[in-house]
């Protein structure tokens, strides 16, 4: 009996590790809402969200972060719109047609490039391709939607290519030589058989690379441009919202307006990527769910 | 005529294919070309910064000369404390996930919390970090709030790797210690979690690489621009190497003067993360192809 | 002693969620024989034999009723120990499978962790169930050396000697040649002849000739049901019903 009790107690103290990632989650919230909240108190939750006005520091302020919002999706949209297309086609050279010794090197490659701090990628587009930008279409600034696009995009390729490569790589060997067996070409397999097999995997990989873009700070901090209007062409700058917090936290007066809404910000934000992810984790486990039952 | 229609669809079918092709490897070149130059870029400019005293000696002359040793110690406080923060709570819920958790609400709850703290914007972890660690825990921007963020920050990633290591260990092996009349945990510590051990280090490699890299959830919570001397407790602040390049690209009066420097810094930092992650992937694949079982 | 019953089912059905996998199961296992459970794939025998040790505790989902009795306490009874049940009653299985630790590891992991430290003893006991697995003339030297570097007979012996180290009175066996050569395989079924002089064994077999050679007992299971259960030359000479005369005789399974 005293085994079987120990047996339980052990059981208990891992589940208790096993839910500090809910815990952690849960303070997140509880501290963002903690030090985002008292914001409502000087504007609305409309005002704020849809305000067009982010001058923080003004007098009197004004907070509204719905330029900051806009420089997020839109950064985001572009980047997703480089990045996805170049991801997924890399993903099918690496699982579909590559020679076995590229294939070899490229998996493990694709995954250290993920791994390549943002910080680095910001530095690069501030340093290279922010002045190429300027100088060949002769702008008044490289650090635009432009560069945090491409920046982003390269960021998120990876990502995007490696789940999605993972997806392509599970789809059944019996799809693909049921398909030969008819006599399709290697490219029709590909785009009718195993793109399609794969469809949940990729596109968990597209959300979960936009849901990195969206919330990356690094490189949209050193390569938008940090313009806090809404923008009217490609090459103006933006001020996404990781970006306007990293930035303005270190000057912001501890528990001023500012600093509440710099964290009322970060509650956008999370809350933002979070439905990213839940979509994301909501299309992998239908995907799951599906891939047993036809087996 | 009947025999010409099928000739034709077929070339043109292989035309298809031949384009399809084209479109699939140009992007995979274009990727390669792209990141790959960004490497071999920062390779040849960072390389003329690099030397010993380089790596050695603190900044000097308002940071325009001298090194980017703090940085680098700073870099591994914060490394080490992250890892040792995260890698026994990770290990813990792993073993939870793979060896006791059944089929239900509960567990399917804690799987999308994991999920969802591997998506949340690093800014947000700085967020967090500042709002708990440094002012309501009251510890102040310090090398403790800075490890247990990125603790935090790196917690899915361990989680991840250990549950893919505990994954990989045989149910063969499970069943016969348990058949031996060796209790549950027993089997655990004994069996499971030393058979594990190597995929889940390995994999946790993976997360000292992003820890290291990583620079949002340590800007309010642990970096400092410049510190006179190293730290001498966890409740000091620090240099890092990610801190630092954003600071001498964005900030002061010595920006083009710093490049150097900052090439030199960048270097370092990617062949930090690089090679910690090439070394985790190296010994991963060996573990792979040796595994007999 | 002869025919003293160790082990007794009754009316035991087992579900694997909503499947019904076992119905109604009523046997008597008799102490030092050896006793056979054949049938076709998916016929239930395996899970029968898992039930006997709760192993089948370790597959989610999975539901007992009815009592199964080893010396008379029902072994699912919650008061009762899995793990004290397990100690008492091993098992081999179809794929040998040592830890990959040295041989000698391999024998006194469950001695040692049911308490046996003192070297010697777990020194003795090594050599005396390497003996009785008819494997210590070819290991005695390579104790030392990791379990994985024997060949898959070697391997399976060792793990009957690991599973005897445990002294249990009962061994289960679940298809345990079915991953050998021939040669191997005679080894063992020579082996669990020299055994049930000592022990009580179930084996549950694919392989009619090996149920025919190597049991006292045999019992034929089909779709979840016991059809027959007998004296083994009887099952093979004379069986009582159709199935089992069908199955024996190769019209199907």
Known sequence: MTRTFKEQIIKRVFFLFACVSVLILGLIVAFLFREGLPIFGIVSVREFLFGHEWYPTFDPPSFGIWPLIVGSFIVTFFATLIAVPLGVLSAIYISEIAPPAIKEIAKPVIELLAGLPSVVLGFFGMVVLAPWLQDTFDLPTGLNIVNASIMLALMAIPTISSISEDALYSVPREFKEASYALGATTSETILRVIVPSALSGISTAVILGMARAIGETMVVLMVAGGAAAVPESLFDSVRPMPASIAAEMGEAPFRSDHYHALFATGIVLFFLTLAFNLVADYISHKFKEVGSGTL | ?293 | MEDKVIIRTKNVNFFYGGFKALTDISMDFQSRHVTALIGPSGCGKSTLLRLLNRMNDLIDGTRVEGQVLFEGVDIYDPKVDPVDIRRRIGMVFQKPNPFPKSIFNNITYGPKLAGMTRRSDLEELTEWSLKQAVLWDEVKDILGQSAMMLSGGQQQRLCIARALAMKPDVLLMDEPTSALDPISTAKIEELIQDLKKQYTIIIVTHNMQQAARVSDKTGFFYLGKLIEYDETETIFTRPHVRQTEDYITGRFG
């Open chain 2, 1 to 293: 005529m009947q025999t010409a229609t099928p000739h034709a669809s077929v070339r043109w079918r292989y035309i298809k294919q031949h384009l399809f092709f084209a479109v699939v490897r140009l992007s995979a070149a274009l990727i390669a070309l792209a990141l790959g130059g960004l490497l071999v870029y920062i390779f040849l400019h960072g390389r003329e910064a690099i030397s010993w005293s380089f790596l050695t000696l603190p900044p000097t002359d308002s940071m325009t000369k001298g090194g980017i040793m703090p940085a680098i110690i700073g870099t591994f406080y914060l490394t080490l404390g992250a890892i040792a923060v995260a890698l026994p709570l990770g290990i813990m819920s792993a073993i939870y996930l793979s060896e006791y958790a059944r089929q239900g609400p509960v567990v399917r709850i804690i799987r999308i919390g994991v999920n969802c703290l591997a998506g949340v914007p690093s800014i947000v972890f700085g967020l967090f970090g500042l709002g708990l660690f440094v002012v309501f825990l009251q510890f102040g921007s310090c090398i403790l709030s800075g490890a247990l963020t990125l603790g935090v920050l790196i917690l899915p990633t361990i989680i991840g790797a250990s549950e893919e290591a505990l994954k990989a260990v045989p149910q063969t092996f499970r069943e016969a210690s348990l058949a031996l009349g060796v209790s549950k945990w027993q089997t655990i510590f004994r069996i499971v979690l030393p058979n594990a051990l190597p995929g889940i280090l390995t994999g946790s490699i993976l997360g000292i690489g992003r820890a290291a890299g990583e620079t949002a959830p340590i800007m309010f919570t642990a970096a400092a621009f410049y510190t006179v001397k190293l730290p001498s407790s966890i409740f000091d602040e620090v240099m890092a190497l990610p801190f630092h390049i954003y600071v001498l690209a964005t900030a002061g009066t010595h920006i083009e003067a710093t490049r150097p420097i900052q090439y030199g810094t960048v270097l370092v930092l990617v062949a930090l993360v690089l090679g910690v992650d090439l070394i985790a992937i190296l010994i991963r694949s060996y573990i792979r192809k040796r595994k007999r079982w």
